[in-house]
DNA sequence: CGTATCATTGACGTCGGTCAATTCGTGTGG
DNA sequence: CCACACGAATTGACCGACGTCAATGATACG
């Protein structure tokens, strides 16, 4: 099934830089954030390294055991899982800022795997430093919980598009969100332009549908001048009536 | 639309009980497992009571500002949310041990609603209290934190379920996964009959389907020998096979 | 150029939805 | 204790959204 899938293969090593987290760009949409800048070496001192990946190439894999985590820093990933059928669940599309590589028993094998959709470049912290840096620094932990317990929300959010929406308004929500969570990480309020390095299939599975059907749907969209997505370019025409059509009550917003 | 719903009217004031922790059966499988016997004043310090609710009745809805943080320890309960068009997705069946009324901005209303599906007894935190609670034990945040990822984990299965799977797998799945969970639970690893009190049209909406065709696949099952679902009641008659109909990775097990 | 990947479109089939009628089960009041 | 009511379950007939299959273009890359 779906032979014209690419089966990428996961590059042999990828580089390590020095650390470095005085002029990290996203210090506070992620993790650090909880702590004051002065205090930026305690985080820098837990810290392995950064990490360049190539575009297409694996962060992990479902089944492996991963003895660190990650805080992606620029890129685009794609959180997915692979069921025995063959179809593949795309569950998250990670923007930098996010938090990966955590579980509840974090000696058990990863349930889902995590890959490049274009270059990515991650901060890499080791797995058995937590405990004690949580020990240390509890102000981590409750900013840790907040961030897993919006991943929960955007869960909830994406299990409602999928399960209640039809095709055309799922579609429209799930692009909306991307463009909403783009358009505030680049404080560009008003660029209705965006790039967006999904392919039509990656978004099918994400949300359930064939490749075929999303052309089709991306196709009604467009002829109705509400988003063209061409050329791995998005363009809102009308973001209210994208709105509108993505079926969001005003709660929907607030994850974002 | 779905005139048939039942509107469950809130019940006026739930009955607060004193509070107690010196003899919670859910204790290990809940926040309060972070800590030792002896230091369980500490939580019980910061608890505020136990409550009882009938079944039907919410314990909070979409939008309300919640000022507690809830533990369930015995019943069943519902998290759905509602979309303008008036369906409903059920986002998550609540059994004890779980953990609700969390959320990464404490200040913001609720995104969605809790219902009792059954009489539901919870133990109550402050919320305000959560921060200096965590301040003082750490291990409490880390166990949240894995509480939390947990969380994640059975949305991304859910999510999967919804998005992958055909009506009759997908229903396996469901039941699947809840009897795993009841096994589990109850210490019984042979009692193949449970009692079940979903209603097929919350079936459905937990899982993007019509409670019509839920009922066509419930024969299905049935006549395949697999589960029997009647009167409340789940009978699993062949578990291999229900396991190989939900189509479960083994890695899929991990999450219960 | 030749090849690989992605996008696009048409014809046709099916899974699941809709509508509606009937039955079942349980609780309630006479 | 029975009659009734109301929600839930069950079933059939029909329909539409979405999937499948397959062919054709468009783009990028070595």
Same mark, same amino acid.
């Given at each position: 099934?779906?032979?014209?899938?690419?089966?990428?293969?996961?590059?042999?090593?990828?580089?390590?830089?020095?650390?470095?987290?005085?002029?990290?760009?996203?210090?506070?949409?992620?993790?650090?954030g909880?702590?004051?800048t002065?205090?930026?070496?305690?985080?820098?001192e837990?810290?392995?390294?950064d990490?360049?990946?190539p575009?297409?190439t694996?962060?992990?894999?479902?089944?492996?055991?991963?003895?660190?985590?990650?805080?992606?820093?620029?890129?685009?990933?794609?959180?997915?899982?692979?069921?025995?059928?063959?179809?593949?669940?795309?569950l998250?599309i990670?923007?930098?800022?996010?938090?990966?590589?955590?579980?509840?028993?974090?000696?058990e094998?990863m349930? +889902?795997?995590?890959?490049?959709?274009?270059?990515?470049a991650?901060?890499?912290f080791?797995?058995?430093?937590?405990p004690g840096?949580?020990e240390? +620094?509890?102000?981590?932990?409750?900013?840790?919980?907040?961030?897993?317990?919006?991943?929960?929300?955007?869960?909830?959010?994406?299990?409602?598009?999928?399960?209640?929406?039809?095709?055309?308004?799922?579609?429209? +929500?799930?692009?909306?969100?991307?463009?909403?969570?783009?358009r505030?990480?680049k404080?560009?309020?008003n660029?209705d332009?965006?790039s967006?390095p999904?392919?039509q299939?990656m978004?099918g599975?994400?949300?359930?549908?064939?490749?075929?059907?999303?052309?089709?749907i991306?196709?009604?969209?467009?002829?109705?001048r509400?988003v063209?997505?061409q050329?791995?370019t998005?363009?809102?025409?009308d973001?209210g009536?994208?709105?509108?059509?993505?079926?969001r009550s005003?709660?929907?917003m607030?994850?974002?």
């Amino acid at each position: 099934m779906r032979d014209r899938r690419a089966v990428w293969k996961n590059q042999s090593e990828p580089p390590n830089l020095p650390k470095d987290c005085s002029n990290c760009a996203i210090r506070d949409a992620t993790v650090c954030g909880a702590l004051r800048t002065d205090q930026l070496e305690i985080l820098q001192e837990f810290k392995s390294c950064d990490r360049i990946l190539p575009a297409h190439t694996h962060l992990y894999r479902a089944g492996e055991r991963l003895h660190e985590i990650y805080n992606p820093l620029s890129g685009w990933m794609a959180l997915y899982r692979i069921l025995e059928s063959g179809k593949r669940q795309v569950l998250q599309i990670e923007l930098p800022g996010g938090f990966l590589g955590y579980q509840a028993n974090l000696d058990e094998p990863m349930l +889902h795997s995590a890959q490049c959709i274009t270059d990515v470049a991650v901060c890499v912290f080791p797995r058995r430093a937590f405990p004690g840096l949580l020990e240390r +620094h509890p102000a981590i932990g409750s900013r840790l919980i907040g961030m897993v317990a919006n991943e929960v929300a955007r869960g909830h959010d994406q299990l409602t598009n999928v399960g209640s929406r039809p095709g055309v308004e799922r579609v429209a +929500h799930f692009l909306l969100q991307i463009y909403m969570q783009l358009r505030q990480r680049k404080h560009a309020m008003n660029a209705d332009v965006q790039s967006l390095p999904l392919t039509q299939e990656m978004i099918g599975d994400a949300l359930g549908l064939t490749p075929v059907h999303i052309n089709r749907i991306l196709r009604q969209l467009r002829e109705r001048r509400l988003v063209v997505l061409q050329n791995r370019t998005l363009k809102v025409l009308d973001l209210g009536g994208l709105r509108k059509m993505a079926d969001r009550s005003q709660v929907d917003m607030a994850v974002f």
